[in-house]
């Protein structure tokens, strides 16, 4: 019971830190960003513990933690993969220039991706499983990508870390170079391309679980588009954000609603074929 209890507690605190973000401002709002960052990362890997097991949550950590950490700190160090940046000292301790809770945050997001396009690739028949493979590598990385359609333009915004260079933008998000989102999706990628045969086939599948990440991709969707748009005043990037995670959060949505609405039906299916029993009028 307390298992199944535990990624549901660790979501509302990460909700109630998301939401006093827009609240507050400087190092309280700091303290904030650093505190949801960690509780996302206890969420996504305890749940991957409790729910996949040891090698799933230990996959997940040296894919994405690891990898994460080596990506960032490659970054800082040479502006490759996503152009050249320095981190301000407000998030915290910082390792090779990259502050300890960056990686955590790559974690926090991964899995919940993950999952999401496991969700949603899920085979209608036994056939066709590369191509599927492809499909749900690629779902994943960009549902993990697009998240930076909202984070980069408010960690800007913020000062928690500066572009020394940014020539070519998105319209709209000038403070953020292009290429910054292209080595999101590259890492994402890459990324998702390497958590399955490390995981194991545990993570090849949903199931009722999992509904506190489905919650949180879709809570960290919803909300983001909120907060940039009327709290955050960063309206660009509300749009940006919304088309790019939507491609996954709102079919994700659809799907879990179809879902619901089919419980009842089977239920009224299942009392109509039993002896002796009337189906529902």
Same mark, same amino acid.
């Given at each position: 019971?307390?298992?199944?209890?535990?990624?549901?507690?660790?979501?509302?605190?990460?909700?109630?830190?998301?939401?006093?973000?827009?609240?507050?401002?400087?190092?309280?709002?700091?303290?904030?960003?650093?505190?949801?960052?960690?509780?996302?990362?206890?969420?996504?890997?305890?749940?991957?513990?409790?729910?996949?097991?040891?090698r799933?949550?230990?996959?997940?950590?040296?894919?994405?933690?690891?990898?994460?950490?080596?990506?960032?700190?490659?970054?800082?160090?040479?502006?490759?993969?996503?152009?050249?940046?320095?981190?301000?000292?407000?998030?915290?301790?910082?390792?090779?220039?990259?502050?300890?809770?960056?990686? *955590?945050?790559?974690?926090?997001? $991964?899995?919940p991706?993950?999952?999401? %396009? !496991?969700? +949603?690739?899920? /085979? =209608?028949? @036994?056939?066709?499983?590369?191509?599927?493979?492809?499909?749900?590598?690629?779902?994943?990385?960009?549902?993990?990508?697009?998240?930076?359609?909202?984070?980069?333009?408010?960690?800007?915004?913020?000062?928690?870390?500066?572009?020394?260079?940014?020539?070519?933008?998105?319209?709209?998000?000038?403070?953020?170079?292009?290429?910054?989102?292209?080595?999101?999706?590259?890492f994402?990628?890459?990324?998702?391309?390497?958590?399955?045969?490390?995981?194991?086939?545990?993570?090849?599948?949903?199931?009722?679980?999992d509904?506190?990440?489905?919650? *949180?991709?879709?809570?960290?969707? $919803?909300?983001?588009?909120?907060?940039? %748009? !009327?709290? +955050?005043?960063? /309206? =660009?990037? @509300?749009?940006?954000?919304?088309?790019?995670?939507g491609?996954?959060?709102?079919?994700?949505?659809?799907?879990?609603l179809?879902?619901?609405?089919?419980?009842?039906?089977?239920?009224?299916?299942?009392?109509?074929?039993?002896p002796?029993?009337?189906?529902?009028?």
């Open positions: 019971m307390i298992r199944g209890r535990l990624p549901w507690a660790l979501l509302a605190g990460l909700v109630l830190a998301q939401i006093g973000y827009p609240l507050t401002a400087g190092a309280t709002r700091a303290g904030l960003t650093v505190a949801t960052v960690v509780l996302g990362y206890l969420l996504s890997v305890g749940h991957a513990l409790l729910t996949r097991g040891t799933t949550a230990v996959a997940l950590v040296a894919v994405a933690t690891g990898g994460g950490f080596a990506v960032e700190a490659l970054g800082v160090a040479t502006g490759f993969p996503f152009g050249s940046y320095d981190y301000s000292g407000e998030l915290g301790p910082k390792l090779a220039g990259v502050p300890l809770i960056i990686p *955590l945050a790559w974690t926090w997001m $991964a899995w991706a993950w999952l999401t %396009a !496991v969700r +949603l690739t899920r /085979p =209608a028949t @036994a056939g066709g499983a590369r191509f599927r493979r492809a499909g749900r590598i690629a779902l994943a990385s960009v549902g993990l990508a697009a998240w930076d359609l909202f984070l980069d333009p408010q960690m800007v915004a913020e000062g928690y870390w500066v572009w020394r260079e940014v020539g070519a933008a998105l319209p709209g998000l000038p403070g953020v170079p292009a290429s910054n989102y292209l080595g999101w999706l590259l994402a990628l890459l990324l998702a391309a390497a958590l399955r045969p490390l995981a194991g086939p545990a993570v090849d599948r949903t199931d009722g679980r509904a506190p990440m489905f919650a *949180l991709y879709l809570w960290t969707y $919803a909300a983001s588009v909120l907060a940039h %748009a !009327v709290f +955050l005043r960063l /309206p =660009a990037s @509300a749009v940006w954000g919304a088309a790019g995670m491609v996954a959060a709102v079919p994700l949505a659809v799907a879990l179809r879902a619901r609405r089919r419980v009842p039906e089977r239920r009224e299916v299942d009392v109509a074929a039993r002796g029993v009337d189906a529902p009028a």
